[in-house]
């Protein structure tokens, strides 16, 4: 008698598989991260809200408030602080005098983009001890969901960082 295919996980069942991995990737460099995160003086809201505007270009501070889920005040706050470290920029917007827009600076882009090497690197060691095979597997299947997951997001920027 053949073998039936297994029915595909659920997406409740692959969050909680995803979350036990990354959980156990973020254990075996945990001291290194935060580390990273201690000597650029940044928090992950920060480190957030430079990846959205590398990714998707200058944003309106209310876009970027309303993606974190934050208060305006807090949005406000976390902004003048990134402006007065050089990592970001804000400037009227053109077509709404009322708003402010913000962008990532070439400063802010090359933090960001070192801060995302040393990580890579962090989770290359981790994953360097999954055998050969298992590696494959899951860089086919990272791949294809980066695909679907990407399919309906705006266009990056010319300036975003893709590997």
């Known amino acids: 008698m053949a073998k039936k295919d ?19 990737i973020y ?23 430079m990846k959205i505007l590398d990714h998707a ?3 309106s501070i209310s876009v970027v408030g ?7 005040s807090t ?30 600076t070439a400063a802010g882009s090359a933090l960001l983009n070192r801060l995302t090497d040393d990580r890579v690197t962090e989770i290359a060691r981790v994953l360097g001890s999954l055998d050969p095979d298992t590696r494959n597997a899951m860089a086919g299947a990272v791949e294809r969901a980066i695909a679907d997951l990407s399919r309906d997001l705006p266009t ?4 975003a960082t893709k590997r």
């Open 75 to 104: 949005v406000s706050h976390l902004v003048d602080q990134l402006v007065k470290k050089g990592l970001i920029d804000r400037s009227e917007d053109p077509d709404d005098r009322r708003q402010k827009r913000i962008a990532i």
């Open 27 to 49: 254990y075996r460099f945990a001291g290194d991260s935060m580390s990273l995160m201690a000597e650029s003086g940044l928090t992950m809201p920060q480190i957030v809200t």
């Open 6 to 24: 297994p029915a595909p996980p659920t997406p409740q069942r692959l969050s909680e598989l995803l979350e036990d991995m990354f959980g156990l």
């Open 156 to 159: 990056a920027h010319p300036g």
């Open 57 to 59: 270009g200058p944003q």
């Open 66 to 72: 309303e993606r974190l889920s934050l208060t305006p």
